[in-house]
């Protein structure tokens, strides 16, 4: 059994030589990797918020359908870069927490949800809520289904996984 390493303090200032030593390798690249992404994600969900904008206390249904097509292409990510393929190592950062991380947003659909309560649409609010949980859940479940069954047999390159 190999000794762990201390674990990297999470507020290492960058510009102090002798903290910025505390970062693995390759810790910069992924964390550019990562932010390029997320810009990019939330570029694309700022553009589908001022297509079809909502007042406070309405149903939030451009955050439900980034919220669910989110969930859907992290299903499809997942297995694609996990079952089918093997990858680049930033690819699943950049696309998984960088761009699909920006483009969800479940911190706006939990604020639309108080918005609704707050003019006194409790109704609303707890519609949106649960739809939404279901809604991203089967997403997620069906990204993973349909894109097993699409790509059977297409894990060629991809080591047989035990047991």
């Given at each position: 059994?190999?000794?762990?390493?201390?674990?990297?303090?999470s507020?290492?200032?960058?510009?102090?030589?002798?903290?910025?030593?505390?970062l693995?390798?390759?810790?910069l690249?992924?964390?550019?990797?990562?932010?390029?992404?997320?810009?990019?994600?939330?570029l694309?969900?700022?553009?589908?918020?001022v297509?079809?904008p909502?007042?406070?206390g309405?149903?939030?249904?451009?955050?439900?359908?980034?919220?669910?097509?989110?969930?859907?292409?992290?299903?499809?990510?997942?297995?694609?870069?996990?079952?089918?393929?093997?990858?680049?190592?930033?690819?699943r950062?950049?696309l998984?927490?960088g761009v699909?991380?920006?483009?969800?947003?479940?911190?706006?659909?939990?604020?639309?949800?108080?918005?609704?309560?707050?003019?006194?649409?409790?109704?609303?609010?707890?519609?949106?809520?649960?739809?939404?949980?279901?809604?991203?859940l089967a997403?997620?479940?069906?990204?993973?289904?349909?894109?097993?069954?699409?790509?059977?047999?297409?894990?060629?390159?991809?080591?047989?996984?035990?047991?």
């Amino acid at each position: 059994m190999q000794p762990q390493e201390p674990p990297v303090d999470s507020d290492v200032d960058l510009r102090d030589r002798t903290e910025r030593a505390e970062l693995p390798s390759g810790t910069l690249a992924l964390l550019a990797t990562i932010a390029a992404g997320g810009m990019l994600g939330a570029l694309a969900r700022h553009a589908l918020a001022v297509v079809w904008p909502n007042a406070p206390g309405d149903f939030g249904w451009a955050t439900f359908v980034t919220n669910v097509s989110g969930c859907l292409l992290i299903g499809v990510l997942m297995v694609l870069i996990t079952e089918v393929r093997t990858t680049h190592r930033l690819l699943r950062p950049f696309l998984g927490v960088g761009v699909l991380g920006g483009y969800t947003t479940f911190s706006t659909y939990a604020v639309q949800a108080q918005q609704a309560i707050a003019v006194g649409r409790p109704g609303t609010a707890l519609a949106y809520l649960a739809g939404t949980l279901v809604a991203a859940l089967a997403a997620v479940w069906c990204g993973l289904t349909v894109t097993r069954r699409l790509t059977a047999g297409a894990s060629a390159d991809r080591p047989a996984r035990p047991g």
